[in-house]
């Protein structure tokens, strides 16, 4: 149960971070902060799923990073896409 506090409370204070730092950089730095964080979260995904599957770490977190590339610039080619250029 403590993990799970944990886990709530670093996401808070992750939204609550870029929240914050957005208010004062602007709209692009929103974006990008924005897209960042979410992309992440494949990263940690992609980590746990293949730990669990029994990679080693360092192969999994390599694997995890081009997971995540990937993801921003699926991200970054979805928002060309729909007219907002980067």
Not at 9 to 31: E, H, N, P, Y
Not at 54 to 78: K, N, Q, S
């Amino acid at each position: 149960m403590s993990l799970y506090v944990i886990k709530v409370v670093i996401s808070a204070l992750t939204i609550v971070g870029i929240t914050q730092i957005t208010k004062r950089a602007g709209s692009f730095c929103d974006g990008i902060l924005a897209s960042l964080a979410l992309t992440s979260l494949t990263l940690f995904v992609a980590l746990a799923v293949l730990l669990k599957r029994g990679v080693g770490f360092p192969l999994a977190l390599g694997i995890g990073l081009l997971i995540m590339v990937g993801a921003y610039l699926l991200t970054a080619a979805l928002v060309r896409r729909c007219g907002v250029h980067i």
